[in-house]
């Protein structure tokens, strides 16, 4: 689909907003398992719909050939080196939960029961609801967290304590046991792959550490630091 413009606070994407973004190239959905889901893409000034492009507003988007149109609030706009076009970054509509707040929330039970005591704890109204269809169960006490950390951002959060999946909606923040399905597939240059590039990467190899603790005795404390650990493949690395 041709990604559309809709105003800051559209909620039903029923219609084309503000207007189909034709001009907009360079665009990239990326999602992390667990994590972020965010877009980017660029926009020539010379395009129809330039100045209706502004922070705060929306772009609806398919993040890929299997999922829903998934709405993107734009959070920043940068002119680039060219002056023909601006750079857009936008998160998954799902980050305006990160503006909420829940005092204080005990989620136990089953995956459902858990999602539903956390949206029902959420501070401020919100459209989202929470879902999961987990059966085994857990328990986890939280307080002053947005939703998101509660779900999958902070020790003590739902994945941590009950596991799975999550799944970013539009009206809807789920945690499945699992997503996606097994498709059986080869892999062949010339066939399916035009080529293959891999990148090895050390700047933040670790080969050496040294343990260090602070302990705290009324007014008093001390420092203490223990003997170095090694890797067993220190030798490998210059």
């Known amino acids: 689909m041709t990604p559309i413009l809709y105003k800051s606070d559209e909620i039903d994407f029923l219609n084309n907003g503000l207007g189909q973004l034709n001009e907009l190239y360079s665009v990239d959905i990326q999602e992390q398992r667990n994590g972020l889901l965010t877009f980017t893409g660029s926009y020539p000034v010379t395009g129809q719909h330039y100045s209706d492009i502004q922070e705060g507003r929306i772009i609806l988007a398919k993040p890929s050939p299997l999922d829903d149109n998934h709405a993107f609030r734009i959070v920043?706009?940068?002119l680039d080196i060219s002056g023909y076009a601006v750079q857009i970054e936008a998160d998954s509509i799902t980050y305006d939960l990160t503006h909420?707040?829940?005092k204080s929330v005990v989620m136990q039970g089953?995956?459902?029961n858990a999602m539903k005591t956390?949206?029902?704890?959420?501070?401020?109204?919100?459209?989202?609801?929470?879902?999961s269809d987990i059966t085994a169960t857990g328990f986890s006490e939280l307080n002053f967290v947005n939703?998101?950390?509660?779900?999958?951002g902070i020790e003590g959060s739902f994945l941590q304590k009950w596991g799975g999946e999550l799944k970013r909606e539009n009206?809807?923040?789920?945690?499945?046991?699992?997503?996606?399905?097994?498709?059986?597939?080869?892999?062949?240059?010339g066939k399916n792959i035009s080529g293959l590039k891999?990148?090895?990467?050390?700047?933040?190899?670790?080969t050496q550490i040294i343990p260090t603790v602070t302990i705290t005795e009324g007014d008093a404390s001390r420092y203490i630091e223990g003997t170095p650990v090694s890797s067993k493949r220190i030798g490998n690395y210059p």
């Open 76 to 78: 920043n706009i940068q």
């Open 100 to 102: 909420n707040i829940v």
């Open 110 to 112: 089953d995956g459902q």
């Open 118 to 131: 956390l949206q029902n704890a959420v501070l401020n109204p919100s459209i989202f609801t929470f879902y």
């Open 147 to 152: 939703p998101m950390e509660a779900i999958a």
């Open 171 to 189: 009206r809807r923040v789920a945690m499945f046991n699992r997503r996606g399905r097994d498709n059986v597939a080869t892999f062949r240059l």
């Open 198 to 206: 891999y990148t090895v990467d050390t700047a933040n190899l670790v």
